[in-house]
């Protein structure tokens, strides 16, 4: 399947707030030769040249409602952390804005210093749709020259928990091989697997975790709220979600 992103918006604070955001929008702009919308407080600073409108706005609710009636097909917006850095929208908001939206979110921390998309984390479940993330998470790989680390988690710790994700991880990273990408697995059941992933995320130097939003019913009941806004919250690198409506599992090979 091939990944396209016509129209990709970026929501921010400022110019100055989440240069990371900035700096990749660039980048996935002329990766995809996208029509770009930039949504910020204040936008002082920002020029992106010809085919970038720039709307400000005065409060989150004001940039939700954009965001929303912008119909991109991928969303990137800074969010605010623990530490008191201010993003645009809490991970709260995104992600009551990901359960609205069509498209795909990638939610970047506003303590991010700087885009490393060079190891990039897939965790793969014992749902069905939990494959569907792959096609994106390749298109990045291949953008950034990335490795794929796939990973295998479950709270559960029986034998068909196993050989279910075992046979998912030999489906993804066949298929990460056969686009060139380079690929590893490894796989980690028991305990909370939000904290497992984050875990490996920085054990891996991870820039980039992809996930799908809250149909990855097997890890959602591990958290207080949606697995989706559980991970926003504590990663400190940035999550792109995906709606399992947005692509056929068939089309990946999987």
Known sequence: MSVKLSNICLAIRDSKSCPSAVDLLSKLRSQFNANCLVITFNSAGLSFGHGVE?????????AINTIIKSNSDLVIV??????????????????????????????????????DFTNIII??????????????AVEFGKMFNSTIHVLGVSSETGKDAEVLIKNYMRQVSNNIEEKGVRVTTDMRLGGNPTETILAYAEEKSAGLIAIMTEQETSLASFFKGKYSEQMIKNSE??????????????????
């Open 54 to 62: 720039i709307v400000n706005v005065n409060s989150e609710k004001e």
């Open 78 to 115: 800074s969010i605010t952390t623990d530490s008191g850095a201010q993003g645009l929208i809490t991970a709260k908001e995104a992600n009551s804005l990901i359960d609205k939206l069509g498209s795909i979110v990638l939610t970047i921390p506003t303590i991010n210093s700087g885009i």
């Open 123 to 136: 965790p793969l479940d014992t749902s069905s749709e939990t494959r569907q993330k792959v096609p994106y």
């Open 237 to 254: 690198v940035p999550v792109l979600s995906i709606h399992p409506k947005d692509l056929i599992v068939s089309e990946a090979r999987l």
